[in-house]
């Protein structure tokens, strides 16, 4: 099964998404999540958080359409995203699509994109989409669609990533260590349809950009 997260950060690119969601996808909005849905006149199967962001008569809505309301106390530790993501494995989810889950604040933003590290929620294959990039945690190896030009970046999170390999790029990776806070893996080419990474120990960010490379 396959969950598409609508977060409540900023959704560039909207007129986009239908094109990104499939008949069974399972929709869930992560609290202010369901303001993106309600724009794109989109009916969540699970609406979940503290519901701080989300109008009386909108809740009632999508309580009356048939939504699943799951709300969690406002004083809580987790984001409504992570509530969001939790819920999703909880519930046999292998592949969670997220729109919306960057945005203005630099804190949610870097806390949302961590999330996929979290040892509760790893072993889900978790996608961020945001206008013309795609984002992905990369732990063992990972196959990345792509097309030849696009801009593909590894950034190592939580450490130092070892033995790192790459193929379809054009400056590869054999079995080489990318070190935590430096930049040696940003601002790589495709240069095929399909491109392999893979890394022994660690983990990489992977952000494939249709955007220019630059520095």
Same mark, same amino acid.
């Given at each position: 099964?396959r969950a598409v997260i609508f977060a409540n950060g900023v959704l560039r690119g909207n007129q986009a998404v239908p094109q990104l969601l499939q008949p069974d996808d399972l929709i869930i909005?992560?609290?202010?999540?369901?303001?993106?849905?309600?724009?794109?006149?989109?009916?969540?199967?699970?609406?979940?958080?503290?519901?701080?962001?989300?109008?009386?008569?909108?809740?009632?809505?999508?309580?009356?359409?048939?939504?699943?309301?799951?709300?969690?106390?406002?004083?809580?530790?987790?984001?409504?995203?992570?509530?969001?993501?939790?819920?999703?494995?909880?519930? +046999?989810?292998?592949? /969670?699509?997220? %729109?919306?889950?960057?945005?203005?604040?630099?804190?949610?933003?870097?806390?949302? !994109? #961590? @999330?996929?590290?979290?040892?509760?929620?790893?072993?889900?294959?978790?996608?961020?989409?945001?206008?013309?990039?795609?984002?992905?945690?990369?732990?063992?190896?990972?196959?990345?669609?792509?097309?030849?030009?696009?801009?593909?970046?590894?950034?190592?999170?939580?450490?130092?990533?070892?033995?790192?390999?790459?193929?379809?790029?054009?400056?590869?990776?054999?079995?080489?260590?990318?070190?935590?806070? +430096?930049?040696?893996? /940003?601002?790589? %080419?495709?240069?095929?349809?399909?491109?392999?990474?893979?890394?022994?120990?660690? !983990? #990489? @960010?992977?952000?494939?950009?249709?955007?220019?490379?630059?520095?």
């Open positions: 099964m909005a992560a609290d202010g999540g369901a303001n993106h849905c309600l724009e794109l006149g989109l009916q969540p199967n699970v609406l979940i958080g503290d519901l701080d962001s989300v109008f009386d008569d909108d809740l009632t809505r999508w309580r009356d359409a048939g939504t699943e309301i799951i709300q969690h106390d406002s004083d809580k530790d987790e984001n409504d995203l992570e509530l969001a993501l939790l819920y999703a494995k909880e519930n +046999a989810v292998m592949e /969670v699509l997220i %729109l919306g889950g960057l945005g203005a604040r630099w804190d949610q933003t870097i806390a949302n !994109l #961590l @999330l996929p590290a979290y040892e509760k929620i790893r072993g889900i294959s978790v996608t961020f989409w945001d206008q013309g990039q795609w984002l992905y945690l990369v732990e063992g190896e990972k196959a990345i669609h792509g097309h030849e030009g696009q801009t593909l970046s590894l950034i190592p999170i939580g450490g130092d990533a070892e033995g790192v390999s790459t193929q379809g790029l054009k400056w590869s990776l054999d079995g080489e260590t990318l070190i935590f806070g +430096a930049t040696r893996g /940003v601002s790589n %080419l495709i240069v095929a349809d399909r491109a392999v990474i893979s890394v022994r120990k660690g !983990l #990489l @960010l992977c952000i494939v950009s249709n955007q220019e490379s630059g520095n």
